[in-house]
Structures are given as structure tokens and as C-alpha cells.
């Protein structure tokens, strides 16, 4: 089934350390978003690559880094996780960048 | 910096009804509107994208419309059943890269 995967859907995580959320497409799409859900303030965009090889940043870039080494692959890594990275974390993609969106079910990160 | 509203934040009818869901920005400079639904635990499942040169769009019993001039967008649900009951979002897209501002969400909830 075509869609978007992410990996792992939940995690605990202890303070301090190092994740890789994982993300991939079989669409083919050229853009890939990062967002974040928390409750009362919606969805953030942390990250995105409107194609392979180019990163950007989005409204809550800071803890995080991503890369696109390829078309299918967008891996979000908290460097040292904090507990305000506590978030359910979402990732999308799209054909081009006004195209529409597509979301994958999400990662339930929890920093301890 | 783009600002999305929905309106009401949660909205329960009996089963049958039509409903409208309301969306407000305050840019009207978008290249697209996108209306979501979210179960709870789930990820965002697209409805309806809507592109800033069109007036509506169609699927099913939902029908979406967008105003740029007034900044505003609706999505109409026609005879409502009780497998409607989610969180509606909708999205506006307002920069080069795609970057999706939400909204809140109106959380519906069709009895039957």
C-alpha cells in the first residue's frame, strides 16, 4: 500500500539522549515535512526538503537536524533529547511543494 | 505571519444533520487550502485541497469552498453519520516551500 511509514510509532526516551525518527515514502514525492502535535498549539513545522539532497528550517527548527539523501528517506534526529521534545511527531509529503499533503500515522515521543 | 482559525472548536450533532465547518486566515496570499481529518491516536487523513485559483471542491458527501478575498474556507458535510465523528483541520498554504499553517481543529461528534 502506497503511503508514508514512520518508525518507531512510540518511544520513551531518556534526557540526554540521541533518536532518529524514521520516515519513508513510496510516492515518489519531492517534498517532505517534519511537523510537530502538542496540545493547544497544533502542528508545527519543524523541518522540511522540497527535494532530494535540500533541507530547510520551519517554525521550530532548534534540537533538531534532518537529511535527504535520497527521494524515499527523511530521518528527523534529536541530537540530546530535552522533555520539551515530549510531542507527537508527524511526517509529511507532497508531489511538489503546492501540491497536496500527505501525513504519516506519527511517532509518541516521550522525554523523561 | 499567517494566522489559521476554525470555528466552532467542537460541534455535536444527531446523525443526519448537515453541518458546516468554519476556517478563517488572515493572509489571503495562499497557494492552497487543505481540509483534514484526525482520529484520535491517528495521523491526518486528507479530504480536500483546494488550490488558491479554485472556488470549491467536491468528494462525496463533502464539499469545501474558499473565499481568498474574505480569508475564509468552509467544509460542508451533508448528511452526517456517526463515522464522521473525528477532528477536522484545515491548513493553509502560504509560503515557497509548502509549509502548512493549521488551524486548531473543530471536533465533531455525530450521535446517532
Known amino acids: 500500500i502506497a503511503g508514508i511509514t514512520q518508525a518507531p510509532t512510540s518511544q520513551i526516551l531518556a534526557a540526554g539522549r540521541r533518536m532518529t525518527l524514521r520516515c519513508t515514502q513510496d510516492m515518489r514525492h519531492n517534498a517532505m515535512y517534519w511537523y510537530r502535535q502538542d496540545l493547544g498549539l497544533g502542528l508545527r513545522l519543524i523541518h522540511y526538503?522540497?527535494?532530494?539532497?535540500?533541507?530547510g528550517k520551519g517554525e521550530v527548527p532548534d534540537g533538531y537536524s534532518v537529511s535527504r539523501a535520497n527521494t524515499d528517506d527523511f530521518p528527523l534526529t534529536l541530537a540530546s533529547a530535552v522533555p520539551s521534545q515530549t510531542s507527537v511527531y508527524f511526517c509529511?509529503?507532497?508531489?511538489?511543494?503546492?501540491?497536496?499533503?500527505?501525513f504519516g500515522q506519527g511517532t509518541r515521543l516521550t522525554v523523561v | 505571519k499567517q494566522e489559521v482559525t476554525q470555528i466552532p472548536a467542537a460541534l455535536s450533532v444527531p446523525e443526519g444533520e448537515n453541518l458546516v465547518l468554519n476556517c478563517s486566515f488572515t493572509?489571503?496570499?495562499?497557494?492552497?487550502l487543505q481540509w483534514f481529518r484526525q482520529d484520535p491516536g491517528k495521523g491526518l487523513t486528507s479530504l480536500l485541497l483546494i488550490q488558491s485559483s479554485q472556488r470549491e471542491q467536491t468528494s462525496g458527501r463533502l464539499n469545501a469552498s474558499l473565499d481568498k478575498s474574505s480569508g475564509r474556507s468552509t467544509l460542508y458535510i451533508a448528511a452526517s453519520q456517526p463515522g464522521d465523528s473525528a477532528t477536522y483541520l484545515c491548513?493553509?498554504?502560504?509560503?515557497?516551500?509548502?509549509?502548512?499553517?493549521f488551524g486548531q481543529g473543530t471536533i465533531l461528534t455525530v450521535h446517532p
Open positions: 491548513a493553509g498554504c502560504d509560503t515557497s516551500y509548502g509549509k502548512l499553517t
Open positions: 509529511a509529503s507532497s508531489r511538489t511543494d503546492y501540491t497536496e499533503a500527505f
Open positions: 493572509d489571503s496570499a495562499i497557494y492552497n
Open positions: 526538503s522540497n527535494t532530494a539532497g535540500t533541507t
